[in-house]
């Protein structure tokens, strides 16, 4: 088998571009494919993807820095770069069930942009804008400032929140993408959770590196690396988006100490075969990136296209345990919709439990027993 490949995102598609531009991540975001006429210049569109983006204008955004948009394969209509941030019409349709907020966020907020709802962690949203926008957002009802909702953040309040809710030992920086902020900014709102002391633990949540590798300045890293223990949830679901600059970047990151995670959403048509994201995964283990979730992807309103069912997922997972290494292995969980948090779905490996043992499968579905003994008995066998 050939080693993985990191190819360098070839920027000569996108026409004469200095290289010093095409490296400045402020280029790319100025340079970012928002609008229909923008996208027909450089992808021919079929009937559901023009619609789509047309609509898009009122719900959810459209964007996509050119690294991205460079990793989209344009003779292949079912490419999963494309599928990921194209629009298509289907966002328009609302199947059963489907929520604008799935996760039941809006009502687990007790400041606005602080989501509070196990006891010792919080969600802090810190931004509405990231640098490209997934069509399957949990949150589209309130990023990219295209739908009717606000995103509303009092971070003053949520600080005073956290300073006087010291069972909070966990902050979680999302929005949005909150490597989208400046350094200063970023910087300033590191320094001020630092200040208090019973939060021990922060992390970031961000698809940055993988839509903007650029952003991953060495300036931006010296300053994180301030902040210790800093960890950091990236978001990637294809191999194809693991480049070489983004092995480059995930790398800066991962030699000032950052320990990385890796979210993905199981999508269908994008990456719902084992053998696509085995590959993503075992790609990120060489990037220094340890597979954390994977998500089924939440009911969120227009999101019925990119959905599979639960059943596919755990034959997914049942065909990555066992077969490759342990690490490369993500949790796979579901949002519990309205706001039930993160649910493990298994698959599960304990066929029965009975008093005195445990009846258990392995990953080629051999039997295996674990016999218990209760203290008592242990008790029994002394002298
Ligand atoms: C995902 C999430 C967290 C973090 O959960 P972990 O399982 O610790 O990664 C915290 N708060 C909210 C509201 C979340 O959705």
Redesign the pocket.
């Known amino acids: 088998m050939k080693a993985k490949e990191f190819q360098r995102v070839p920027s000569e598609s996108w026409g004469s571009v200095l290289p010093s531009e095409w490296n400045d991540w402020s280029w790319q975001l100025r340079n970012r494919i928002q609008t229909l006429e923008q996208l027909e210049k450089r992808l021919s569109l079929i009937g559901e993807e023009r619609a789509g983006t047309i609509l898009a204008g009122k719900k959810l955004a459209l964007g996509i820095t050119p690294h991205f948009f460079s990793l989209i394969d344009p003779q292949d209509p079912d490419c999963p770069i494309r599928r990921q941030v194209v629009p298509r019409i289907e966002e328009a349709s609302r199947a059963p069930d489907e929520m604008v907020d799935p ?1 039941g ?1 809006d009502s ?1 907020m007790p400041v606005p942009g602080l ?1 509070h ?2 006891p010792d ?3 802090l949203l810190v931004t509405d804008r990231c640098a490209s926008y997934c069509r399957y957002c949990t949150r589209s009802r309130v990023v990219s400032g295209a739908g009717e909702q606000e995103l509303t953040v009092d971070l003053e309040g949520a600080f005073r929140y956290l300073e006087n809710h010291p069972e909070v030992r ?1 902050v ?1 920086l999302s929005g949005g993408d909150p490597l989208l902020l400046s350094d200063a900014k970023l910087n300033a709102i590191l320094t001020r959770l630092r200040s208090i002391s019973s939060i021990e633990f922060i992390r970031i949540g961000t698809r940055i590196p993988i839509f903007l590798p650029q952003r991953i300045t060495p300036e931006l890293v010296a300053m994180l690396k301030q902040h210790h223990p800093l960890w950091m949830s990236i978001h990637s679901n294809h191999p194809k988006e693991l480049s070489y600059e983004v092995r480059e970047a995930l790398g800066r990151l991962a030699d000032a100490g950052i320990p990385l995670g890796n979210q993905s959403v199981l999508l269908k048509g994008v990456n719902d075969r084992s053998e696509i994201l085995k590959d993503l995964f075992h790609k990120l283990l060489l990037c220094r990136v340890r597979p954390y979730y994977l998500y089924q992807c939440d009911l969120i309103t227009g999101s019925a296209h990119l959905r599979t069912t639960i059943r596919e997922g755990q034959e997914i997972m049942e065909q990555l345990r066992g077969y490759t290494t342990g690490y490369a292995v993500p949790t796979y969980v579901v ?1 519990g919709p309205g706001g039930g ?2 649910i493990p779905i298994g698959p599960g490996y304990i066929v029965g439990m009975a008093d005195d043992r445990v009846i258990l499968k392995n990953y080629k579905g051999d039997v295996y027993e674990y016999p218990e003994i209760s203290q008592t008995q242990v008790a029994g066998f002394k002298g």
């Open positions: 996760c966020e687990h989501v709802r196990y962690r919080v969600l966990d979680l949002d948090g993160k």
